[in-house]
């Protein structure tokens, strides 16, 4: 796993459009690599991008903003690998809690989530708005 860099973003823009019904654009992607409060991965095999994650941290508190495995890649252990590295390495910097937004319909990312000791805490009605589904927000105690 390394640093994402602006150089990566055609190829994540590949994934992202694979693998959300509202992928993000190139804009917001250079916003979370100007942003002092947002850090961004990306696994990388054979000169391909595998996957990626962001995450916002604030305080004690981190944020996961952004994750995706290319179709091709998937089930092969590389979203739970980035989480666990992202989850130690803000536990070691004395990070409390990791909150996340899921579809009510992404069973696959609850599913790594739920691996990972995530629960969930609530639920906010209506907040993807292109389909009326709603988030779960879940929450891990890292401290
Ligand atoms: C969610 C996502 C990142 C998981 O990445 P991945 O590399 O395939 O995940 P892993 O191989 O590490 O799987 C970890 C666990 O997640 C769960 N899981 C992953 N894919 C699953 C699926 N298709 N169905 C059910 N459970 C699944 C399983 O519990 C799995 O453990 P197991 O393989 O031992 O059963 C990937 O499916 C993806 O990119 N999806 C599209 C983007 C997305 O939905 N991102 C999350 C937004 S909140």
């Not at 091709?72 to 666990?84: A, E, F, P, Y």
């Not at 696959?108 to 993807?128: D, H, M, S, T, V």
Request: aromatic content about 10%; glycine content about 6%; proline content about 3%.
């Amino acid at each position: 796993m390394r640093t994402m860099t602006e150089r990566d973003i055609p190829e994540i823009l590949e994934i992202e459009k694979r693998s959300f019904v509202s992928p993000w654009t190139r804009g917001m992607f250079t916003q979370t690599l100007e942003s002092p409060v947002a850090y961004n991965f990306v696994t990388v095999g054979r000169q391909k991008i595998l996957g990626y994650v962001i995450f916002y941290q604030a305080g004690l508190e981190m944020h996961i903003m952004n994750i995706a495995v290319h179709p091709d890649h998937r089930r092969q252990g590389i979203g739970s690998d980035m989480m666990q590295r992202i989850l130690e390495t803000s536990r070691i910097n004395s990070v409390e809690e990791c909150f996340l937004e899921v579809r009510e319909t992404n069973f696959p990312a609850q599913g790594l989530y739920e691996k990972l000791g995530f629960r969930n805490i609530g639920r906010r009605k209506g907040y993807y708005s292109e389909t009326s589904e709603d988030a779960i927000v879940m929450v891990l105690s890292l401290a």
